[in-house]
């Protein structure tokens, strides 16, 4: 924890953190949670530490500090990850009269949980997609907005991907419906506000563990105005933790205040814009690496002590932040010159592949069961699963499984939706 608070400035305007290190060199003899009894940085609510679910001191202070900078009327520190913010902002809109939300059926599982969860029926539109997923159309948005009662983007994807959100924004305000984004990716974004999904959206999400120097799981939710930020305090009530970690919390504070690293910005474009096999999209920290063998490239880089976020057949994503020194971004470019001197990279352009759409049957109330992945071609799915990470499906529910998707599975390094090599089916 302490070597993630690194930057001596960001910390001095950090309320939290600052208590927390203060706290943490005076005599303190535990005889209240946690267990493991260590005067550090660890505590729970004490006297002198504040409560995030009524905040009166250093939380509040912070939470105010951090909707001041993303452009809020009220934001909320998360310690349960954006999974925990999508949840909260669905609430949020099933409390304002939303029953029908429209969404890109390419959205995280929290998404399709959160309406499960809520009784929030989803009005699933296609995005286009090529080699990788692209950014949703307007006018399919807004065929799907015209039979619901708000629109769920995911802005940045995990690709990179930003949506036309002016016009989506407008398009929302044209038929006063809310915008809900999920910017689980997006975190950094506030530099850039054109990009930032707290431009345009009603309610929206900041992972910042993902793309700032936050502890994992530190994110934040965020309302425009303060109808919508009294629903998000009583909605994030309920999806929230009641034992919220203060190293966490400390770090997504630290992580919102953390300054821009503009010459890094400009590195990533120097060193790989002109690099035929790596997409440098307008959100900069995720670079796509095309490749004839993505797994294969991504074992070749590990065992050298390069970790790339995830690997897809194609596919290798190197996930970048301020925090990303210029020294391992210059030994990434040499690591792919030399992939592209052996013939193992591929022209981003040449990667054209459209799948056929999906089929979508209604499995209400039919009788599901387990059934080995390897003999599932042809039955209808009766859960979603995927690829993990990217965690977005890639077999829906209701969709009949095709051969070429569990060779996908199979030969992935992690998934979700399969339980010991099984998959949930409809009975026959
Ligand atoms: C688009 C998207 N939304 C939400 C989430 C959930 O975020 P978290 O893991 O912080 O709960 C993820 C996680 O990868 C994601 O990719």
């Known amino acids: 924890m302490r070597s993630i608070l690194k930057d001596e400035r960001t910390l001095a305007r ?4 600052k208590m927390l290190l203060s706290q943490s060199e005076t005599p303190h003899i535990s005889f209240h949670t946690p267990g493991h009894k260590v005067n550090d940085l660890d505590i729970t609510e004490l006297s002198y530490s504040d409560n995030l679910s009524s905040p009166k001191g250093c939380i509040r202070a ?18 349960d990850g954006s999974t925990s913010g999508v949840y909260s902002m669905l609430k949020a809109a099933f409390d304002g009269g939303v029953k029908r939300v429209a969404a890109p059926l390419l959205s995280h599982k929290s998404f399709f949980n959160g309406c499960a969860l809520l009784g929030l029926a989803p009005v699933l539109f296609e995005a286009p997609q090529g080699s990788i997923p692209l950014p949703v159309r307007l006018e399919d948005a807004e065929a799907a907005l015209s039979g619901a009662d708000a629109l769920f983007l995911t802005s940045p994807d995990y690709y990179g991907n930003i949506p036309d959100l002016p016009a989506i924004a407008a398009l929302c305000q044209r038929q006063g419906k809310p915008l809900l984004i999920d910017g689980a990716h997006g975190g950094h974004l506030h530099f850039t506000p054109a990009l930032y999904a707290g431009t345009y959206a009603d309610l929206w999400v900041d992972g910042v ?11 934040v939710v965020s309302a425009k105005t303060q109808a919508w930020g009294e629903k998000l305090k009583t909605a994030v009530d309920f999806f929230r933790t009641s034992s919220p970690s203060y190293p966490i919390m400390a770090s997504v504070e630290y992580a919102v205040k953390y300054p821009r690293n503009l010459q890094l910005e400009t590195l990533v474009h120097t060193l790989f814009s002109d690099c035929s096999c790596v997409r440098v999209s307008e959100d900069w920290t995720k670079l796509l690496l095309f490749v004839k063998n993505g797994f ?31 020294e391992e971004l210059n030994g990434l470019k040499e690591a792919i ?25 209604n499995i209400a109330g039919k009788e599901c069961e387990w ?52 998959i949930l089916v409809v009975k026959e």
């Not at 912070?62 to 310690?79: H, V």
């Not at 690829?387 to 569990?406: Q, S, T, W």
């Open 296 to 326: 294969l490239v991504a074992k070749g880089l590990e065992s050298v002590g390069v970790y790339p976020e995830f690997s897809d057949e194609n596919l290798v994503c190197f996930y970048l932040s301020p925090a990303t020194s210029a």
């Open 62 to 79: 912070a939470q105010e500090d951090i909707a001041a900078i993303l452009g809020a009327k009220q934001s909320f520190i998360l310690t």
């Open 371 to 422: 059934i080995p992945l390897a003999g599932a071609a042809g039955r209808i799915s009766a859960g979603f699963c995927g690829l993990f990470p990217p965690c977005l499906p890639l077999v829906f529910l209701g969709e009949r499984i095709e051969e070429e998707k569990i060779a996908r599975l199979q030969s992935a390094t992690g998934v979700f939706g399969i339980e010991n090599d099984k």
């Open 209 to 219: 563990h993902k793309s700032l120097p936050a502890l994992t799981q530190g994110a």
């Open 14 to 17: 950090c309320h939290i953190a």
């Open 337 to 361: 010159r030399r992939l592209e001197e052996r013939g193992e990279t591929l022209d981003k352009k040449t990667l054209e592949r459209a799948p056929a759409p999906q089929k979508l049957q």
